[in-house]
């Protein structure tokens, strides 16, 4: 069975940094392509960052996290990480990985930035 959960929200203040995780099993993890994505409250889920699966390990970021969040990936560990430096209070949300090949969601991790 194909689970995948996301670890390392939490509260920071506003010019801080977070590192979110998200750990996988029962699924090939090296193979697939992973995106993170966030919902902030009464918005739609859009997408963050993505990574390509086997070697080229290619990233791509969202207009509005380029140059502060970094996703990248640990095959022989099946995890998924985003670090996330210089977080604006519109980066509160709940941020889910995804792999889209399988369709499958994480339960997702609150993100609050605040002062």
């Known amino acids: 069975q194909v689970q995948l959960v996301e670890s390392g929200g939490g509260l920071v203040q506003p010019g801080g940094s977070l590192r979110l995780s998200c750990s996988a099993s029962?699924?090939?993890?090296s193979f697939w392509r992973m995106e993170w994505y966030r919902q902030a409250p009464g918005k739609q889920r859009e997408?963050?960052?993505?990574?390509?699966?086997?070697?080229?390990?290619?990233?791509g970021y969202a207009d509005s996290v380029k140059g502060r969040f970094t996703i990248s990936r640990d095959n022989a560990k099946r995890t998924l990480d985003l670090q996330m430096n210089s977080l604006q209070l519109e980066d509160t949300a709940v941020y889910y990985c995804?792999?889209?090949?399988?369709?499958?969601w994480g339960q997702g991790t609150q993100v609050t930035v605040s002062s």
């Open positions: 995804y792999c889209p090949p399988l369709r499958k």
């Open positions: 029962g699924m090939k993890f």
């Open positions: 997408l963050v960052a993505s990574i390509s699966g086997g070697t080229s390990g290619d990233t």
